[in-house]
């Protein structure tokens, strides 16, 4: 009996973070706009007619700034970023329970056999998709769909690049007779999951496409790259190797890091910049319900050279009160007078399930009040925004 085949659709939000802008400044909408990195350090999301200017991503804004004056260039605001990601995650789950979240702004889906259940065949069930979307949280994401994630990654690299002469286009389709066409007209280098150091393999082979890497043998692949090439190979011809996984995967470690906007010598300040990285580590850490027993600083110089100090906690904690303390600590022990720094970082590992807590007797009462009062900054934070409240500093 032939085996079914899967249809996996990959949902990418279009310029994502620059999309979320648009959300705010709705008079930016057809403008060119990029959104900058921590501090405006570079670009990172790019309007499409940023794109066609010729602004690359990963550009230095002080550099950019001066080349392209007719360009509107924004500090991002990750917070805001996050909870229209969630939006657009919690939506899909509309269509399929089978939703692996890749990233903030991409999803795979298995549509296998909805087609059956909504009575809509997978062109138009994608086609809502975008449209959904679009209509109830004002986000323009793109579609590709067919038999594999690699293929749906290419198909929805594909569907981006004709967006960019057809911007009413959002979906890309690649069905069973178009494998071969379709990768013909990629370059292996182009494909999802395919670095540098097999592009240049390859080469040496004189294999160029997608195509001529799936047209050699199975031996000859897992000979030269093992069993990573044929489980390429296979999802390239359209055989799921990689299932979509809707299970969520909890993080081993949590960590914040930002340079500074001038280099500092001032240990206060570095001190109120770690506050801020403790807190957002903590958010994570309540969103996710987790725990961790084990904290650390990092700390960089002008020169770029690292330092890191952790330690191990008695009892695990997802609290900024605790935490900043014990981060006090750390940061006297590591901080030098005289050294210049350009960043600081803070990271949480060995975190457990906020399920399997147990509280001691005599530290019961502290510990649920600090958790009581991080919960209501969290709630003032999603009503007014972030930094609506600080932890302060003593001098």
Not at 86 to 97: A, E, G, N, Q, S
Not at 180 to 193: D, N
Request: hydrophobic share 35%; charged share 25%; proline share 3%.
């Amino acid at each position: 009996m032939k085996k079914q085949m899967r249809v996996i659709a990959l949902v990418d939000c279009n310029n994502f973070f620059v999309s979320c802008e648009r959300l705010l400044k709705p008079e930016l909408t057809g403008k060119p706009v990029c959104v900058l990195s921590n501090n405006d350090g570079c670009v990172v999301s790019r309007s499409n007619e940023a794109k066609k200017l010729g602004l690359k991503m990963g550009a230095p804004y002080f550099i950019v700034k001066n080349q392209f004056k007719n360009v509107t260039f924004l500090s991002g605001n990750l917070p805001f970023y996050c909870e229209i990601s969630k939006r657009v995650m919690d939506k899909l789950f509309d269509y399929t329970p089978d939703v692996e979240i890749y990233s903030i702004d991409e999803a795979f889906l298995d549509l296998t056999g909805i087609d059956k259940v909504t009575g809509l065949n997978f062109d138009e069930l994608i086609n809502k998709i975008v449209f959904d979307i679009k209509e109830e949280i004002g986000i323009d994401v793109s579609v590709g769909l067919s038999y594999s994630k690699v293929l749906a990654k290419l198909a929805n690299d594909k569907s981006k690049t004709i967006q960019l002469s057809m911007p009413d286009k959002k979906t890309y389709k690649i069905g069973y007779r178009k494998i071969e066409e379709e990768l013909k007209e990629t370059l292996i280098s182009e494909v999802w999951g395919v670095g540098k150091n097999t592009t240049a393999l390859l080469k040496r082979y004189l294999i160029q496409t997608a195509w001529e890497f799936v047209s050699q043998s199975d031996f000859w692949i897992k000979k030269n790259l093992g069993k990573t090439g044929l489980d390429l190979k296979q999802e390239l011809l359209g055989t799921v190797v990689s299932n979509v996984n809707p299970q969520h995967q909890e993080p081993k470690s949590i960590s914040r890091s930002e340079s500074f906007k001038e280099f500092q010598t001032n240990k206060n300040y570095i001190q109120e910049q770690l506050n801020g990285h403790i807190h957002k580590v903590c958010k994570k850490l309540r969103s996710e319900n987790l725990l961790t027993s084990c904290i650390g600083v990092m700390l960089r110089t002008k020169d770029f050279q690292t330092s890191t100090l952790k330690i191990n906690l008695v009892n695990p904690v997802d609290t900024e009160f605790e935490l900043v303390n014990y981060s006090i600590e750390i940061l006297n022990k590591m901080f030098k007078n005289g050294i210049v720094y350009r960043s600081v970082g803070f990271f949480a590992t060995k975190l457990s399930p906020k399920s399997a807590q147990q509280i001691s007797i005599f530290d019961g009462e502290r510990i649920i009040k600090q958790q009581k009062l991080s919960s209501c900054w969290d709630k003032l934070e999603n009503k007014f925004g972030k930094n609506v409240v600080k932890i302060g500093m003593n001098n």
